[in-house]
Nanobody, 120 residues
Framework: QVQLVESGGGLVQPGGSLGLSCAAS????????MGWYRQAPGKQRELVAA????????????KYADSVKGRFTISRDNRKNMVFLQMNSLKLEDTAVYYC?????????WGQGTQVTVSS
């Protein structure tokens, strides 16, 4: 079994920055994909960013939703089974619950979610 525990999030003004972290534990395979999704009230859960895994410490191929390109950066530490999301130039529309996600061996795992609120 796999467990994902997120940290970070909170309240920030427009234009500000926040960082999210997610630690995975359990039966983790190297060649997985980790990422972040978000869900705003009344909307479907959507992919924010994801990064593949490889045998290097921090390697992986990232991909981003068009809405966050140039503002958000995803990274990972394969030794610690962690994934990070640095969010800069935050906008009101970035407000949502952010979920850590891991995909491996054709299975999906989710964290409990962490609230990010962008408000003046």
């Amino acid at each position: 079994q796999v467990q994902l525990v997120e940290s970070g999030g909170g309240l920030v003004q427009p234009g500000g920055s926040l960082g999210l972290s997610c630690a995975a534990s359990g039966n983790i395979f190297i060649l997985n994909t980790m990422g972040w999704y978000r869900q705003a009230p009344g909307k479907q859960r959507e992919l924010v960013a994801a990064i593949t895994g490889d045998t290097t410490t921090t390697g992986g191929i990232p991909k981003y939703a068009d809405s966050v390109k140039g503002r958000f950066t995803i990274s990972r530490d394969n030794r610690k089974n962690m994934v990070f999301l640095q969010m800069n130039s935050l906008k009101l529309e970035d407000t949502a619950v952010y979920y850590c996600h891991l995909h491996q061996v054709q299975q999906d795992y989710w964290g409990q979610g962490t609230q990010v609120t962008v408000s003046s």
